[in-house]
């Protein structure tokens, strides 16, 4: 079944101490990004990489490190978490092109810093 | 921002009523995606529309899109329980090479049965 995984799906954890959530897909697709969604902020990206060691900042990108040693994992790193870093966390993952750019989800990873 | 934006933000209706939202976006684009999510899940993906199209449909959705005004509009007829969610317009802007996805803050439908 092509999908995108993520893990942990719940996390609470307290002010400093590194964390890493991780993401895999299985469909080869090229781009991997990251978001954050708070309410009545709707969805920010935070990085996206556009290929295996291709990494770039979003939207909101600080506080927040990403690597693409492999295609398939797009792990998402906390070094030091702060409370304003609570959130919803989505992986996304799709093929590169502009003509058909569907993104598909991971189920998301609710994060609460203490 | 680039980022589109849905109206109503929050849309209650009943069952066997239709839902219409609509999304408005500041920049060209390449295309339009409209998605879905239920209560803290993962966003999935319902329909797709390019530029140079005007409507699409699929099963009980149905999308227009008119670049003139810089909008689009999702309908979903005969609505069901089971619809109840938030939905997201994406614009993938015409100028950005990667196709980078724009998301707005959604509209939160409720159909009461």
């Known amino acids: 079944e092509a999908q995108v995984t993520q893990n942990p799906r719940y996390l609470i954890t307290v002010t400093g101490k590194k964390l890493t959530v991780t993401c895999s897909q299985n469909m080869n697709h090229e781009y991997m990004s990251w978001y954050r969604q708070d309410p009545g902020l709707g969805l920010r990206q935070i990085y996206y990489?556009?290929?295996?060691?291709?990494?770039d900042k979003g939207d909101v990108p600080e506080g927040y490190k990403v690597s693409r040693k492999e295609k398939r994992n797009f792990p998402l790193i906390l070094e030091s978490p702060s409370p304003n870093q609570t959130s919803l966390y989505f992986c996304?993952?799709?093929?590169?092109?502009?003509?058909?750019?569907?993104?598909?989800f991971g189920p998301g990873t609710r994060l609460t810093v203490l | 921002s680039q980022q589109g934006e849905e109206d109503p933000q929050a849309l209650s209706i009943q069952e066997g009523e239709n839902a219409t939202m609509n999304c408005s976006y500041k920049t060209s684009i390449n295309n339009l995606q409209w998605y879905r999510q239920n209560s803290g899940r993962g966003l999935v993906h319902l329909i797709l529309i390019r530029s140079n199209e005007r409507e699409k449909h699929s099963g009980r959705l149905r999308v227009t899109l008119d670049t003139s005004k810089k909008s689009s509009s999702l309908l979903i007829t005969a609505s069901r329980a089971a619809d109840t969610a938030s939905y997201f317009c994406a614009t993938a802007d015409r100028g950005s090479t990667l196709g980078r996805l724009y998301f707005g803050r959604g509209t939160q439908l409720t159909v009461w049965p």
């Open positions: 996304a993952s799709r093929t590169l092109g502009l003509l058909y750019n569907e993104q598909f």
């Open positions: 990489s556009m290929n295996v060691e291709v990494t």
